[in-house]
């Protein structure tokens, strides 16, 4: 089965208040040798894949460049990085190839040297059409910015792009919201992903909001009712303008879903490259192998026998699992049929019983032999997919 | 050993007014213990003694000193508790003594609990020889001090040995004292023997160990002997004077007080206060002031993984093998399931026993509002006694209910005068005595209801005094109280663990309070849930929990479905970790929400 490929690029010019991913600002000194590592890895990744016992195809169907931002890399390393990339795997003529890139960041010559390198798809972490907004969470963008970057990527024959928003930002309003999904809607762009803010330890915002506090602007954070409207007038909205929603936060025209995201829900295997990057493989005997890289970017850089990946060989019991708590992310759910032929009625047994009794509370509904979240049951899905874990 | 050079003494001290420093230096003095052998505050052997700064077991311990006169006298200091739960064993160590220091601290004055003490000992004919400690403190003040012991514990204090414990500045004279001031006990050795428990533990290794001071006649070894209370027989394997090392010897005369051995294997054989005599010569009477000790705090012990309910059983079993005046039963709860209800001598007892299963039987526990002890009268003519609020009668099936008063002094500075009779009133108290006891000092006499002592009393006394206030308090009798069954119930459910005995007109607030509580402490469901505060069939107060209504993941960051499965592993972890009841997850902390509401309405 041919292999997506992610690629994580930590460096960012500013890091905002709501991030809770590893990356940051670091010194451009350092951007040479991660590439170098970065490229070392794909060449790599076969025997990488032989030591865990893990089978790896060579042919990829999917390439994901996020972050962080990758676009803050030298347009010539870019260009290496798929030019090693092709070396070590076949990549298909008909590849989705994604950049994750913040707007303002697209300079000419990056431009050119994502054309160069195949790259057919663009993600904008656009958060709010607001200016205000986008300033507040320490964006560097601004509205007229974001249009004019969408505008030189379509001249330039990059027509595949996806716009992301976050529903819940500081100051939003229900006025302003409704103005950033019209402005989305308005760009005629396929792919959009609507993110409702996650206010956890792991951001400075949401840490700021936690302890109750005024940095971030955290006293402006609407609060969960406001952030549900929000996401509930935006899928409406999306829906309406042919923008289907497809995943709990996901939103696309019809064939625009991204298939390198689909594998994430779908189990199919993938490969990541970088900081904190995460891979699942098909391993020997049908089951899967997880390998987590380390999430320090020195652990990265200087690789030491103290800081292996951590490996998880994924269980038939919790393969069961996630296939519950992945696939019902998506519209099209699950089928419980399907999951009975491959895991058998013993497994899938308590399984069906937790189906029962949510569909009884109204959390999934049935529908030509498949199930799926009911509106209600994506906004509290954690408390479902909990129920079908051991 | 010649009886007129015995001295039999105790020292009475508020907590951290210096009585463990002082009986430190007279070890150190008597050279019983080299500096090198002290271990901070010697006597306090238990950890939880050391951290709380209280003793909770008694112990006698011999130091020779060679005094001025050129005699060398044994000492005998019998260290006792400190505290109002265990005012009993106070009154017998006490009473195992013909002399007593009062150390009172020089910056904080006379405290309720020094004073009871001191009237204890006077009434049990001791000399009290006033020590005034912590002279050498910037806020020491000698002569208010003086004041305060003359006009609080009536005793002259113009020669109160003034010294600070902690520099050894005037602890030789404090020997010299108890020499020259403390009598000789007396009593004759060839007499039948007439010996006082004043303590006793359990030891793994010999069994009960048996803190004695012999009143009259000789203890031996191999001796039979013969325990009053429940004529009992053993023999005497060892004798034995704690130095405060354990040595060994052949005998005790009278006026000596040491511990014997005797292969008794059950520490409530051995009660404080029964008097140990001759099995072939007994003595004519037992020694005066003897009881049963009586519990008088009740509450439900249960541990948070009931699979761990045999483990609390037999914790619980080894604990009262050294601890005899803590009860316990099995009881089971709906909410809580198996577990078992406790009674302990007072509030502090409840914690040290509940601290020592957590820390020396490594338990996780959850305690049920503590209660008392009523007295119901039925309507069918019978009375029964109930603790726990699951026992209690239909409302329709009781005729009155009496409840456990106690009296209660409290020393006080005037200023916190207001406060704390406001709070006294609020906890149902009726003033008997109010009188000044030095300049701005009040010593207040009240009858208060037991009850409205166990919840919170404590924490609102000191917060509305600063810490300024004492109390000391012996139960007195009972009053005939309108008490009535406060039900919690959520989501229709009523919750036993968390039923109370209230007075019926504190009930409405406290169900208010309660509830208002609970929705605090009861996270959002998938559902709405109501917590109701019932009487019988009567709702007083309700809240609503509302309904989840957002808990979703947004975004697989790179594919890390390790982070998200963490996430959701931890979420179902955190409900195990609550207490089903019906469809509703409660915490712990629910639980313990009944002790706290009292403090969160003084806020």
Redesign the interface.
Same mark, same amino acid.
């Given at each position: 089965m041919p292999t997506g490929v992610?690629l994580?690029v930590p460096f960012c010019r500013s890091k905002c208040s709501y991030c809770n991913?590893a990356s940051g600002v670091f010194s451009q000194s350092q951007f040479a040798r991660y590439v170098e590592r970065a490229c070392a890895e794909f060449a790599n990744a076969q025997s990488m894949a032989q030591t865990h016992g893990a089978q790896l195809d060579s042919g990829v169907d999917t390439v994901y460049l996020?972050g962080g931002t990758p676009t803050t890399l030298a347009p010539e390393d870019l260009c290496r990085l798929f030019a090693h990339m092709r070396q070590s795997f076949a990549i298909a003529p008909a590849a989705e190839i994604t950049v994750e890139c913040a707007p303002g960041t697209l300079d000419e010559a990056v431009l050119a040297a994502l054309v160069a390198s195949g790259v057919n798809r663009i993600s904008f972490g656009v958060q709010s059409f607001v200016d205000r907004e986008a300033a507040a969470v320490g964006r560097l963008h601004t509205r007229d910015v974001t249009l004019a970057d969408i505008a030189r990527l379509r001249a330039a024959g990059i027509t595949n792009i996806n716009l992301d928003l976050i529903a819940g930002l500081p100051h939003q309003t229900a006025e302003s919201w409704e103005f950033s999904v019209s402005e989305v809607i308005e760009t005629g762009v396929p792919h959009v992903s609507v993110?409702?803010l996650?206010v956890d330890e792991d951001s400075r915002l949401g840490r700021e909001v936690m302890a109750g506090g005024t940095r971030y602007h955290a006293h402006f954070v609407p609060d969960?009712?406001m952030?549900?409207d929000f996401y509930e007038v935006a899928c409406q909205r999306l829906n309406a303008a042919g923008i289907a929603q497809y995943e709990? /936060?996901n939103f696309a025209r019809p064939g625009f879903e991204s298939r390198h995201?689909l594998?994430?829900?779908t189990r199919q295997p993938?490969l990541?490259v970088g900081v904190?990057?995460?891979?699942?493989l098909g391993a020997e005997g049908g089951e899967a192998v997880?390998i987590?890289k380390p999430d320090t970017l020195d652990g990265f850089l200087y690789p030491t026998p103290l800081m292996p990946p951590?490996v998880?060989r994924v269980s038939r019991a919790q393969a069961l699992e996630?296939r519950f708590?992945?696939g019902l992310?998506l519209n099209q759910g699950v089928s419980p049929a399907e999951l009975e032929r491959e895991f058998g009625a013993e497994a899938m047994g308590p399984q069906r019983a937790v189906v029962a009794r949510c569909v009884a509370?109204g959390?999934l509904e049935e529908f030509a032999e498949r199930v799926r979240l009911t509106p209600r049951g994506?906004?509290? /899905?954690?408390?479902v997919?909990?129920r079908f874990?051991e | 050993m010649d009886q007129s050079l015995i001295r039999n003494f105790a020292i009475i001290a508020h907590i951290d007014h210096g009585k463990s420093t002082l009986a430190d230096r007279l070890l150190e003095l008597t050279g019983s213990l080299t500096q090198r052998e002290m271990q901070a505050q010697v006597l306090d052997s238990m950890d939880l003694e050391r951290e709380r700064g209280i003793t909770i077991k008694a112990h006698a311990v011999r130091m020779m000193y060679p005094a001025k006169d050129g005699k060398t006298y044994q000492l005998n200091l019998i260290d006792t508790p400190g505290h109002v739960d265990f005012s009993y064993e106070v009154s017998r160590s006490l009473a195992s003594c013909e002399g007593a220091l009062l150390v009172v601290d020089a910056s904080q004055g006379v405290e309720a609990q020094t004073l009871a003490n001191a009237y204890l000992a006077i009434h049990n004919g001791l000399e009290i020889v006033p020590v005034i400690n912590k002279i050498d403190l910037p806020g020491a003040d000698i002569p208010k001090t003086q004041e305060a012991i003359e006009n609080a514990v009536g005793l002259d204090a113009t020669d109160a040995l003034l010294i600070s414990a902690k520099t050894g500045l005037g602890v030789e004279e404090v020997l010299e004292a108890v020499v020259q001031r403390i009598p000789a006990p007396k009593g004759k050795p060839e007499h039948p023997l007439q010996a006082l428990i004043f303590d006793s533990w359990f030891d793994p290794y010999k069994g009960v160990i048996v803190s004695v001071r012999v009143m009259e006649g000789t203890l031996r070894r191999n001796q039979k002997i013969r325990l009053m209370s429940n004529g009992k027989t053993y023999n005497v394997d060892a004798l034995g004077v704690s130095t405060p090392k354990p040595v060994e010897v052949e005998q005790l005369d009278a006026g000596e007080a040491g511990f014997l051995v005797a292969n008794i294997k059950n520490v409530a054989d051995t009660k404080i206060g029964d008097t140990v005599t001759d099995d072939e010569r007994p003595c004519n009477h037992a020694l005066p002031g003897f009881e049963e000790l009586k519990p008088m705090v009740f509450a439900g012990l249960y541990t948070v993984d009931s699979h761990e309910h045999t483990l609390l059983r037999d914790a619980l079993a080894k604990l009262r093998l050294n601890d005899s005046s803590f009860f316990f039963e099995p009881e089971s709860s709906v909410a809580l399931g198996f577990g078992f209800r406790c009674g302990f001598l007072g509030l502090l007892h409840m914690e040290i026993i509940q601290e020592r299963l957590e820390r020396e039987y490594n338990l996780d526990l959850i305690v049920t509002a503590p209660g008392v002890r009523y007295k119901v009268s039925k309507t069918d003519g019978s009375v029964i006694e109930v603790d726990n609020p699951s026992r209690w009668p239909e409302t329709t099936d009781i005729l009155k209910v009496e409840e456990p008063v106690i009296d209660a002094t409290i020393l006080t500075a005037e200023e916190y005068m207001g406060g704390i009779f406001k709070l006294l009133e609020e906890k149902r108290g009726r003033q008997k005595s109010f009188e000044y006891v030095g300049s701005a000092r009040v010593m207040l006499h009240y009858e208060l209801p037991l009850c409205e002592i166990v919840l919170d009393f404590y924490d609102r006394l000191k917060s509305v005094s600063r810490g300024y206030a004492s109390l000391d308090y012996h139960l007195a009798g009972y009053w005939t109280s309108p008490m009535v069954k406060l039900d919690i119930m959520v989501a229709g459910e009523s919750v036993d663990a968390l039923s109370l005995i209230v007075h019926k007109d504190s009930a409405y607030e406290r169900g208010r309070l309660l509830s208002a509580k609970m929705k605090e402490l009861i996270p959002r469901q998938m559902f709405e849930v109501a917590i109701q505060a019932a009487i019988g069939a009567k709702i007083v107060a309700r809240e609503t929990v509302g309904a989840i209504r957002k808990n979703v993941i947004a975004k697989c960051y790179g594919g890390d479905i390790s982070r998200k499965r963490k996430l959701l592993d931890k979420q179902k972890e955190g409900k195990k970790r609550m207490k089903r009841i019906g469809s509703v997850e409660i915490p712990q902390e629910a639980f313990l929400a009944v002790l706290k509401i009292g403090e969160d309405s003084n806020k």
């Open positions: 992610y994580s991913f996020g993110y409702m996650e969960d009712a952030t549900i709990i /936060s995201n594998k994430y829900w993938y990541g904190d990057a995460h891979s699942m997880r987590a951590v998880t996630e708590f992945l992310r509370e959390l994506r906004l509290v /899905s954690n408390e997919f909990e874990l | -």
